[in-house]
């Protein structure tokens, strides 16, 4: 780091200071506010040890599974009363529950993970390489998790009725449908979502609104059909479990674009943009003295 980028890095962190200090004169909280208190979170992942973050994640993968046990039951109930077209939007009822147990949680999940660990890197607090060994860590145990969530709900929905094996299929092959390019853009708007989702969670502190905020942004993606890599691993999987019309191939076109467009969204979307409108600002106020 050159000595022009050590004094930018110098003003950012003052700038970055000066909004924490003035966290207590008002009740709404500023950019730089809830921009400090990201990558201070941010940081706090970096510094948990290896097993604690996969065992965080693997527990995100698992309790977002609650997800998908309400689609396939509201999909297996209702399906008799609906069209097919019209489920798939009335799932976005149930959609938000394994988000708000995840969240509220604070277990570990990619996608609302994927702003707040770019942050410190582009804060210069911790080098890339740093960043893509903590997101394979994430995605590692979301997945994992998501694995033994969908073998268990392939087992017991039979068993208690709540849905049967063809809701899987049903399920996977909409999710499946589109080509590789319309899922990367739709990963990159849920990812997109997802990191808005956590920076408003950051500017909220009452836990009512924080479940309010979970339950809109992620009912629209639902709503809209926007690619979720971490859930939508578990509709694949079970998919290609149940069903010959899933296979492999569908399951790994379908996760690499997911995670890909994901990633995207949440880093350069949120995570780029935040810090460069606020570095921007510093700038300008730099300029005038």
Same mark, same amino acid.
Not at 32 to 43: A, D, F, T, V
Not at 229 to 240: A, P, Q, R, T
Not at 261 to 273: K, M, R
């Given at each position: ?112 993970? *994927?702003?707040?660990?770019? $942050?410190? /890197? %582009?804060?210069?607090?911790?080098? @890339? =390489?740093? +960043? ?43 999710? *499946?449908?589109?080509?590789? $390019?319309? /899922? %990367?853009?739709?990963?990159?708007? @849920? =990812?997109? +979502? ?64 997911a995670i890909l ?13 935040k810090y460069r409108a606020f ?11």
């Open positions: 780091m050159t000595k022009q980028d050590e004094e930018i890095q110098k003003n950012i962190d003052s700038e970055l200071d000066k909004s924490d200090s003035k966290k207590n004169t008002n009740s709404k909280k500023s950019h730089g506010e809830i921009l400090k208190e990201q990558i201070c979170e941010g940081q706090e992942t970096y510094n948990k040890k290896a097993s604690s973050i996969i065992l965080s994640s693997l527990t995100a993968g698992l309790e977002i599974g609650f997800s998908f046990l309400l689609i396939c039951a509201l999909f297996y109930f209702a399906e008799d009363s609906f069209a097919e077209e019209t489920l798939f939007k009335l799932i976005s009822l149930v959609y938000p529950i394994g988000f708000i147990l995840v969240i509220l949680g604070q277990s570990i999940l990619f996608t609302e993970q *994927t702003s707040l660990l770019t $942050l410190p /890197i %582009l804060n210069n607090k911790r080098e @890339a =390489g740093s +960043l893509f060994k903590i997101w394979g860590l994430v995605i590692f145990g979301n997945l994992l998790g998501g694995f033994l969530m969908a073998m268990v709900l392939i087992w017991i929905g039979p068993k208690l009725n709540i849905f049967e094996l063809s809701t899987f299929e049903t399920i996977a092959k909409h999710v *499946t449908k589109p080509d590789s $390019l319309t /899922i %990367l853009v739709s990963a990159i708007l @849920a =990812g997109w +979502l997802m990191g808005l989702l956590s920076w408003l969670l950051t500017s909220s502190t009452e836990t009512m609104s924080r479940i309010v905020i979970i339950y809109v942004i992620t009912a629209t993606m639902s709503f809209t059909g926007l690619h979720h890599s971490i859930i939508g691993n578990i509709e694949v999987f079970s998919g290609m479990i149940t069903s010959p019309n899933i296979e492999f191939i569908d399951y790994l076109k379908f996760q690499f674009f467009g994901n990633a995207i969204g949440g880093a350069v979307f949120v995570a780029l943009l570095v921007y600002n510093v700038d300008v106020n730099q300029n005038k003295y």
